[in-house]
């Protein structure tokens, strides 16, 4: 999810965000609320893009989407629903090995067995590329009462690290600058999921390092300045 409810100049914002500090982005349910009063507050610019954005990318070993693949809108939050997901995404994309979801805004990753899921603990995470593993980088919104996370990966060392919300003190500054702006107290939904929105390089299929500059990003929300260009982290 990109922006709240397609209603306040937060979203434009949130929107403009995105497109100056990523390269790949998908869809999420909250990019389906588009109405008329979107028009009121939302560039036309602004309001195409995030219209166009997939529900899936398929980079080969590495694929990206918000909620399932196999059954859209709904909420991979137990083993069970994970297991069978990894199981549709074995079946039907056999070249995965990283799958990156959200919408249940709970950090976590999980390496898809034959018959269980195994849940790996910890901040720092070694990867195996020979397993089929989903992640979910987390929320760093103000609101579910959930812990506020993002993650980093590096393929080409197999790392995954989370970060908890003192790591993220400058998104939390950017929005609060952001809605200084509005009347409205709509969460910034760009701000909150952006992990699942990142750098990559030219060839997502290979092995890459995966991120996105928190501070430029940051920097961009406050005071409009262009972050520099990075090469895949």
Not at 43 to 70: C, K, Q, W
Not at 173 to 193: D, F, G, M, V, W
Request: charged fraction near 25%; glycine fraction near 6%; proline fraction near 4%.
């Amino acid at each position: 999810d990109i922006v709240h409810r397609f209603v306040n100049f937060s979203d434009d914002r949130c929107i403009e965000a995105v497109k100056k500090n990523t390269d790949y982005c998908v869809r999420g349910n909250h990019e389906d609320k588009i109405s008329k009063k979107s028009q009121q507050k939302i560039t036309p610019e602004n309001l195409d893009y995030a219209s166009r954005l997939p529900h899936m990318r398929d980079f080969g070993n590495v694929l990206l989407f918000h909620s399932s693949i196999e059954s859209e809108g709904i909420r991979l939050i137990n083993k069970k629903q994970i297991q069978k997901e990894g199981e549709y995404i074995r079946g039907n994309y056999p070249l995965a090995r990283f799958a990156l979801f959200g919408h249940t805004h709970r950090k976590g990753a999980y390496v898809i067995g034959e018959d269980d899921v195994l849940s790996l603990e910890g901040d720092e995470i070694k990867l195996n590329p020979e397993e089929l593993t989903m992640i979910n980088p987390g929320v760093i919104g103000l609101w579910h009462g959930l812990e506020k996370t993002f993650a980093r990966i590096d393929f080409s060392t197999g790392r995954l690290n989370f970060f908890a919300r003192s790591t993220v003190s400058c998104f939390i500054l950017a929005r609060s600058k952001i809605l200084s702006h509005t009347k409205s107290h709509a969460p910034c939904h760009s701000l909150t999921r952006l992990a699942i929105s990142f750098k990559t390089s030219d060839s997502p299929s290979s092995n890459v390092s995966v991120g996105f500059n928190l501070s430029s990003l940051a920097e961009y929300c406050i005071n409009g300045t262009k972050p520099p260009s990075s090469s895949g982290s």
